[in-house]
């Protein structure tokens, strides 16, 4: 590596950083990701999960590194160049993300995907001093073809693939800040093979089934499990992350309207600040966050025999492609009107009904069927149709009010109300 700087960071230990990742970690724009928090809103639930998008970062490039090693340790030939591909392309891999991006994205979809908005990406990623850098170094379009092209390979896959340099940093540093206990065994590097190309967890040896690996595999999806029910979907997380779409959303639509490439320099902080600044209505939402006054759950819709029912306040057609957001709006007008209250005391919080456990679909070698998704051997391993199952029942449709509307009409007739309106009984 050459020169080298030793960072220690509390998850992995001492990481080891050389010239070419210093010169992207001391661009501006990778500063920027010390300002959004890893787990957007999820600190009013933990106090301590305060980690950040930069330090993941960080992690997400050591825990590529410890891949590369693996991979070349099991016989696979990567070159120099192609581990500072790698290592530069783990380092960058999240910086379009915006404050409270995954709310906005992936929850509540107000705005394209931070990894499908190919603006945003030329942007934060090919102008400015980490386009200058990645430039210098003569890898900005391998950049950007790892991290946004269409096809597939190894360098994707070690990156951003299903069980990846990402999520083996992410759950663990997740479960260290918010202060569950557990971790995924060390072992789970020892599986990792190519195969034509791609990553592969090579779950066979002398023709038979690893049942250590199958179990370390497996381990890593208990883990992701148990992050997505305690942490990602926590009803105050959901409350709190709704409040802040819902201060977007009026502030995207208000007299000086707050755009897409506004929120590209902004920390959380600043949003929250420029939230609070606005009109009165949007105030309220932001306060509400900023000192913990969350809204509360009047309306709660779980399980498969309804789901379909709320498709169209999450799911825009490809024809009409702010549907969800006017159906949510929609009835939180009607619902709101119809209590005498202000159309910012109720909230639609409609997560998507297609939820899946990407990490399920890992490629992986076993005997017989050669290389296969792991989703595919559910009928041969119970646990993994379980983890499967239950992650798709940890969907719930809710509706949130403020305290003061709760105050004034009381939950059972704002409980009425949503049940009139979406023709299905709360379960709370």
């Given at each position: 590596?050459?020169?080298?700087?030793?960072?220690?960071?509390?998850?992995?230990?001492?990481?080891?950083?050389?010239?070419?990742?210093?010169?992207?970690?001391?661009?501006?724009?990778?500063?920027?990701?010390?300002?959004?928090?890893?787990?957007?809103?999820?600190?009013?639930?933990?106090?301590?999960?305060?980690?950040?998008?930069?330090?993941?970062?960080?992690?997400?490039?050591?825990?590529?590194?410890?891949?590369?090693?693996?991979?070349?340790?099991?016989?696979?030939?990567?070159?120099?160049?192609?581990?500072?591909?790698?290592?530069?392309?783990?380092?960058?891999?999240?910086?379009?993300?915006?404050?409270?991006?995954?709310?906005?994205?992936?929850?509540?979809?107000?705005?394209?995907?931070?990894?499908?908005?190919?603006?945003?990406?030329?942007?934060?990623?090919?102008?400015?001093?980490?386009?200058?850098?990645?430039?210098?170094?003569?890898?900005?379009?391998?950049?950007?073809?790892?991290?946004?092209?269409?096809?597939?390979?190894?360098?994707?896959?070690?990156?951003?693939?299903?069980?990846?340099?990402?999520?083996?940093?992410?759950?663990?540093?997740?479960?260290?800040?918010?202060?569950?206990?557990?971790?995924?065994?060390?072992?789970?590097?020892?599986?990792?093979?190519?195969?034509?190309?791609?990553?592969?967890?090579?779950?066979?040896?002398?023709?038979?089934?690893?049942?250590?690996?199958?179990?370390?595999?497996?381990?890593?999806?208990?883990?992701?499990?148990?992050?997505?029910?305690?942490?990602?979907?926590?009803?105050?997380?959901?409350?709190?992350?709704?409040?802040i779409v819902k201060a977007v959303e009026?502030?995207?639509?208000?007299?000086?309207?707050?755009?897409?490439?506004?929120?590209?320099?902004?920390?959380?902080?600043?949003?929250?600040?420029?939230?609070?600044?606005?009109?009165?209505?949007?105030?309220?939402?932001?306060?509400?966050?900023?000192?913990?006054?969350?809204?509360?759950?009047?309306?709660?819709?779980?399980?498969?025999?309804?789901?379909?029912?709320?498709?169209?306040?999450?799911?825009?057609?490809?024809?009409?492609?702010?549907?969800?957001?006017?159906?949510?709006?929609?009835?939180?007008?009607?619902?709101?009107?119809?209590?005498?209250?202000?159309?910012?005391?109720?909230?639609?919080?409609?997560?998507?009904?297609?939820?899946?456990?990407?990490?399920?679909?890992?490629?992986?070698?076993?005997?017989?069927?050669?290389?296969?998704?792991?989703?595919?051997?559910?009928?041969?391993?119970?646990?993994?149709?379980?983890?499967?199952?239950?992650?798709?029942?940890l969907w719930k449709f809710y509706v949130?009010?403020?305290?003061?509307?709760?105050?004034?009409?009381?939950?059972?007739?704002?409980?009425?109300?949503?049940?009139?309106?979406?023709?299905?009984?709360?379960?709370?």
């Amino acid at each position: 590596m050459g020169t080298y700087i030793t960072l220690r960071d509390p998850v992995h230990g001492d990481i080891f950083l050389g010239t070419e990742d210093i010169r992207i970690i001391d661009t501006r724009e990778m500063q920027r990701l010390r300002g959004i928090k890893q787990l957007g809103t999820a600190y009013l639930v933990y106090p301590g999960a305060l980690h950040t998008r930069f330090e993941h970062a960080i992690g997400t490039m050591h825990m590529a590194s410890r891949i590369v090693e693996s991979l070349r340790m099991n016989g696979a030939e990567i070159s120099k160049d192609d581990e500072v591909l790698i290592r530069s392309a783990a380092l960058v891999h999240d910086i379009t993300h915006v404050p409270f991006g995954h709310t906005f994205e992936d929850e509540m979809k107000a705005f394209p995907r931070h990894d499908m908005d190919e603006k945003r990406a030329r942007v934060l990623l090919k102008d400015g001093e980490l386009g200058d850098a990645l430039r210098d170094a003569g890898i900005i379009d391998e950049i950007f073809r790892v991290l946004y092209g269409k096809g597939e390979t190894y360098l994707s896959d070690i990156v951003k693939g299903t069980i990846c340099a990402d999520l083996l940093d992410y759950v663990r540093r997740d479960l260290y800040f918010t202060g569950i206990n557990g971790n995924y065994d060390d072992r789970i590097f020892r599986y990792f093979t190519l195969e034509d190309s791609r990553l592969v967890l090579n779950m066979e040896k002398s023709g038979e089934l690893r049942r250590d690996a199958l179990s370390t595999i497996v381990d890593i999806l208990r883990l992701r499990y148990i992050l997505t029910e305690r942490v990602y979907y926590h009803h105050a997380k959901a409350s709190s992350g709704s409040m802040i779409v819902k201060a977007v959303e009026m502030a995207v639509s208000g007299k000086n309207p707050l755009r897409m490439e506004d929120l590209y320099w902004m920390s959380d902080n600043s949003l929250i600040d420029y939230l609070i600044s606005s009109d009165k209505g949007i105030k309220k939402l932001a306060e509400g966050v900023k000192y913990r006054v969350l809204y509360k759950r009047v309306y709660m819709v779980s399980g498969e025999k309804h789901r379909e029912k709320f498709v169209p306040y999450h799911i825009s057609p490809p024809e009409s492609p702010k549907s969800a957001l006017q159906n949510r709006e929609s009835a939180e007008w009607v619902i709101s009107s119809s209590l005498g209250i202000e159309f910012e005391d109720i909230i639609i919080h409609a997560p998507s009904i297609d939820m899946q456990m990407k990490e399920a679909d890992v490629l992986v070698k076993v005997p017989k069927k050669g290389i296969i998704n792991l989703v595919s051997m559910v009928h041969e391993v119970p646990e993994i149709k379980g983890f499967i199952e239950n992650y798709r029942n940890l969907w719930k449709f809710y509706v949130f009010a403020s305290p003061k509307a709760i105050k004034k009409v009381g939950k059972e007739r704002i409980r009425k109300a949503c049940e009139r309106h979406f023709g299905v009984k709360s379960e709370i």
